[in-house]
């Protein structure tokens, strides 16, 4: 049975299963972060749809690895230009939630895989946090070791910046279109998988990649119970046990109330 609102009993039930389960995935997407004030990549609004650059590229061509490889001063630019709207931003209640379902005894082993590099996830408290894109405020050199973590691209005085150490253009921590995913999180995220989840949601993401859509898929097979949270409809929405059509702050507060009723 798929139900689609924040209805008392479809939350109960949710809340009920959340209860149950040992280990809990939450995988989460731009849309968490929209109540921050960022904008979402996809969907209405987004920052990808339908943007060419003043250089006349495909937003994704621009902040790709093959660009950065080749013009790092156009990839940067973008990128600055994309964290601009992050400036100042923070968590909001939808990772707090999350942070502090991590943290009760109340609640299961829970886990979050994130698509976003913003790092709201640990800034908010949650510690068994995947970034499987990466972390847009942590540099490095891509010759030497340096490295640091900026608060705001707003702190970099001239694009593309420079290590301090060997001159070497810097550029952060994130992966970019066309780059593979990065090895140590990809590990972690097969070897929780390989442990199991006894319930896995999916919040805010369009669902667009494999590794975010298998998860859910390879619940939803084992017959464990299944959550979208999303205002839209995505490719996960008849499948999943659990359609809340809400925007995730809205749905993961009143969900973490609805389980507190519960104790």
Not at 157 to 167: F, G, I, K, Q, V
Not at 197 to 202: C, G, K
Not at 206 to 223: C, E, T
Request: aromatic content about 8%; some cysteine.
């Amino acid at each position: 049975m798929n139900r689609k609102s924040l209805d008392p009993e479809t939350l109960d039930a949710v809340a009920a299963h959340l209860r149950e389960a040992r280990r809990i995935l939450f995988i989460t997407g731009a849309g968490i972060s929209a109540d921050s004030g960022l904008s979402t990549y996809r969907g209405q609004g987004g920052l990808y749809n339908d943007t060419v650059t003043d250089e006349g590229f495909p937003i994704e061509e621009a902040v790709s690895g093959p660009m950065f490889q080749k013009r790092p001063d156009i990839t940067w630019k973008y990128l600055s230009m994309m964290s601009e709207g992050t400036r100042g931003a923070t968590f909001n209640d939808g990772h707090r939630v999350l942070a502090e379902m991590e943290h009760d005894p109340a609640v299961g082993e829970v886990w979050v895989l994130t698509q976003n590099v913003d790092g709201f996830h640990r800034a908010a408290g949650s510690e068994n946090v995947i970034e499987i894109h990466g972390n847009s405020r942590e540099l490095h050199c891509t010759v030497c070791p340096w490295e640091t973590h900026v608060e705001s691209y707003g702190e970099i005085t001239a694009l593309p910046p420079r290590c301090p150490e060997c001159d070497a253009v810097v550029r952060p921590r994130v992966v970019l279109f066309e780059e593979m995913l990065p090895e140590a999180a990809t590990k972690r995220l097969f070897v929780e998988q390989a442990r199991g989840f006894d319930m896995v949601f999916s919040i805010g993401t369009s669902s667009l990649f494999p590794y975010i859509v298998q998860p859910v898929l390879d619940a939803h097979r084992k017959g464990a119970p299944t959550v979208e949270i999303n205002p839209d409809q995505t490719d996960l929405s008849d499948i999943v046990t659990y359609k809340l059509a809400s925007g995730a702050r809205d749905a993961l507060t009143a969900l973490w109330q609805h389980f507190g009723a519960q104790r």
